[in-house]
């Protein structure tokens, strides 16, 4: 059993970083649609805007173009520049939109991309050389989990370490607590099984060991995730846009992501270098403090987005 001292230590982690109270974000499905445009990984809010419940013909491309000035190219409709903001180089790196609906990268053309009932639409201007795909981003939370995607909800499923039961039932409540009803549980299965979204919860030492999991050890062209641990588990590091080293943190660092493995359903990771990093993820699932982030650190119980976009640009409102 932890130590007085080292469960008080876990609690105080959990109030920091979920506003001090179990009563933030979340919330029952709605059937509307909302818009967030940004640029800079979330760094920066351009626009958003929402709508009741979509049309037959609502897709992607209308939804945009009734909220901000939009510029297309190409047969395909291929979005150009939002707000006269256009994709192309920026001081000499790629960079273009990209859209996440419910939190999951589309993987078909904006104009044919119908909505459904509740989506929750991102698109994102950025810097694209250190990972062309991101296939998974967790600032639309409570989705996938409430709606699913293309208007499907999608099995879930909580694989937790033998050492994270506790960290485990965290999570679980605040799922249930942003509306998400029956999900499943077991131990970490290290096995992708395609149609359920997985939620792996455990200190990276033991997620670490799951495929899927270890795709962030390839870095951000491999996971789309712009942090990733040392070879022990001890050590986090957050990289910068261009995927370069930006800040290391050690013990008491958490991490809140999402990636995916070919045509599967995401996967989420509710990790930390150890016990408090691992608390202090869990205690993070709240729509306040995941939103307009493509992944979240978390270190002495404040929020890191990653990749570590410059202080200097804006933050979100």
Request: net charge negative; glycine share 14%.
């Amino acid at each position: 059993m932890a130590s007085l001292p080292r469960l008080v230590l876990l609690a105080l982690c959990a109030l920091v970083i979920s506003g001090c109270g179990l009563g933030g974000g979340g919330g029952s499905r709605d059937d509307g649609v909302t818009l967030r445009v940004t640029e800079d990984f979330g760094a920066e809010a351009v626009a958003k805007g929402s709508e009741g419940a979509p049309g037959e013909d609502d897709t992607l491309l209308r939804l945009l173009q009734g909220e901000v000035e939009v510029e297309t190219r190409g047969a395909g409709g291929v979005v150009q520049s939002i707000d006269g903001r256009p994709a192309g180089r920026r001081d000499g790196r790629p960079s273009d939109w990209f859209s996440y609906v419910n939190g999951i990268a589309t993987e078909t053309r904006a104009e044919t991309f119908r909505l459904s009932a509740g989506d929750r639409v991102w698109w994102d201007l950025h810097d694209y050389g250190a990972a062309m795909d991101i296939p998974a981003v967790v600032g639309s939370f409570p989705e996938p989990f409430l709606s699913g995607y293309r208007g499907k909800r999608i099995p879930v499923r909580l694989e937790c370490a033998d050492a994270a039961q506790r960290e485990c039932d965290e999570v679980a409540e605040r799922l249930e607590r942003a509306g998400v009803r029956g999900t499943s549980r077991s131990a970490l299965s290290q096995r992708d099984a395609g149609g359920v979204l997985r939620v792996l919860v455990g200190e990276w030492r033991d997620l670490r060991l799951d495929p899927t999991a270890q795709r962030l050890e390839g870095g951000p062209e491999a996971s789309g995730v712009y942090a990733s641990f040392d070879a022990s588990g001890r050590r986090l590091e957050v990289l910068d846009p261009r995927g370069r080293p930006s800040r290391s943190l050690g013990a008491g660092a958490g991490l809140v992501a999402a990636t995916r493995s070919g045509e599967a359903r995401p996967v989420w990771l509710v990790t930390g270098t150890d016990e408090v990093g691992l608390a202090a993820a869990a205690a993070s699932l709240e729509a306040d403090v995941l939103g307009q982030r493509f992944a979240l650190a978390i270190e002495d119980g404040l929020a890191v987005p990653a990749p570590a976009v410059d202080p200097r640009a804006a933050a979100s409102p």
